[in-house]
């Protein structure tokens, strides 16, 4: 257990980092919400945040992508980001191939749009509109939108928590694969422990605007902490055994 993070040396991780972040400060006001915070996400790598309501986690997603100013240090990070967030975002005038298309400058933008909803199991929907979709389908489709970019850091926050648990694992399963796939590096803020053991390299736990404590997968690809000890560091006494 780290009570800060150092840049990494995991040779596993050869294509260089997606995003360095140093001495973050954000503030609102004179409040310092994030302070000193340092981190460093390779490409291919999973990530991710837990931390208890309130503690900055969206803040720090939203200085990575860009979306706001910082007060104090440094991030180093591609241009942009895809980010996906818990409501899907998708423009309802717009069919589904051009919201996945939305801000590609190509060409053969259907092409593409085409091959990233194959991708998510949404092919044969294109033409189709938001508001036929679920829940999930359109989450599936916000996805499809971000990794059409094929960007270096991909910033999910709290993507599945309005899913039904069955449709969550089902995303689960795909966004691993479209990790794999892709090899972006990724932040994925949640409260679900679950979520996080299930699919991260690393987990950070942020208190008081700052890493508390990081976990990095074994060898054999799981995280080293038991259910109950990572809800401890969330502040949740567990009655579970696991
Ligand atoms: N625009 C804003 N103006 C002022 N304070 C803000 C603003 N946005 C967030 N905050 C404050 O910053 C702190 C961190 O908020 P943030 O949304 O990052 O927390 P979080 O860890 O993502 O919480 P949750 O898990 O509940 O989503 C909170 O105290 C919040 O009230």
Known sequence: MNAHVAPLS????????????????????SRAVIEKLNLRI????????LGESGCGKTTLLRALAGLDSIQGGRIVAPRRPAVVFQEHRLLPWDSLWRN?????????????????????????RLDDWPRNLSGGQAQRVALARALVQQPELLLLDEPFAALDALTRIRMHELVRELVANHQPGVLLVTHDVDEAIALADRILVMRNGAIA???????????P?????????????SHSPN
Do not use: C, K, M, Q
Request: no cysteine; net charge negative.
């Open 10 to 29: 995991a040779a596993s991780f050869e294509a260089g980092p997606a995003v360095v972040v140093s001495n973050l400060v954000r503030s609102y006001g």
């Open 100 to 124: 996945v298309s939305l801000g590609l400058r190509v060409p053969d933008a259907r092409e593409r749009a085409a091959e990233a909803l194959t991708e998510v199991g949404l092919g044969d």
């Open 42 to 49: 390779e490409r291919g790598e999973f990530v991710a945040l």
């Open 213 to 223: 404590f990081e976990h990095r997968a074994g060898r054999d690809g799981s995280i």
């Open 225 to 237: 902490i038991s259910r109950a000890e990572l809800l401890g560091e969330l502040g949740v006494v």
